[in-house]
């Protein structure tokens, strides 16, 4: 079994600055409340490709586990990977996660992109998120698996709204900031 979902969400700023916001938005202490689930954030390294001007980065995510998984497996913390690349010439972002402890019980993928809005490239930003959740060893007992997928993924939608939040407000703090500099 498989549960997966798609979100797209349309940042009334742009590109730079939804960018930027996603960089901080594990580090300012006001998020830390909010995003309460993610425990710690160490960069693992991060380059910047000199022929095409793509800067990579790789995080390391500690995150607490939903209750249901804690019940289940009695692990609390999951670590996870984010990959990011940001590809200033043509204005994308991109990151990746993945779940690396686990593997052999949950594996968890997610995919989010940072795009201009076709509509309004200088003002939008579009945000594409696509989401897998996969139970493996509860594959001989489907509806079992389905239950933990399904309440896993709707947790998943939970701190995705939140940090649709905390983006949102680093975003409002960015603009804010940039227009005391200009008068």
């Known amino acids: 079994m498989v549960k997966a979902y798609k979100q797209e969400h349309v940042y009334k700023h742009p590109w730079e600055r939804v960018t930027s916001a996603s960089w901080r938005k594990f580090t300012d202490a006001e998020n830390k409340r909010v995003l309460s689930?993610?425990?710690?954030?160490?960069t693992l390294n991060k380059s910047l490709d000199p022929s095409s001007g793509k800067l990579c980065a790789t995080r390391a995510i500690t995150v607490r586990c939903p209750w249901l998984v804690r019940r289940i497996i009695g692990e609390d913390i999951c670590q996870c990977v984010e990959t990011t690349v940001v590809d200033a010439k043509s204005r994308s972002?991109?990151?990746?996660?993945?779940?690396v402890n686990m593997e052999k019980f949950i594996e968890v993928e997610e995919n989010t992109r940072y795009d201009p809005h076709p509509d309004n490239p200088d003002g939008w930003t579009i945000c594409q998120q696509e989401t897998r959740i996969r139970i493996k060893p509860l594959s001989a007992l489907a509806s079992m698996a389905e239950k933990v997928e399904q309440r896993c993924a709707d947790r998943f939608l939970q701190n995705?709204?939140?940090?649709?939040?905390?983006?949102?407000?680093?975003?409002?703090?960015l603009e804010a900031e940039s227009s005391s500099f200009s008068l």
């Open 37 to 42: 689930h993610i425990l710690e954030v160490d």
């Open 93 to 99: 972002m991109q990151l990746s996660y993945r779940n």
């Open 160 to 173: 995705s709204a939140k940090s649709r939040d905390v983006m949102e407000r680093i975003c409002k703090y």
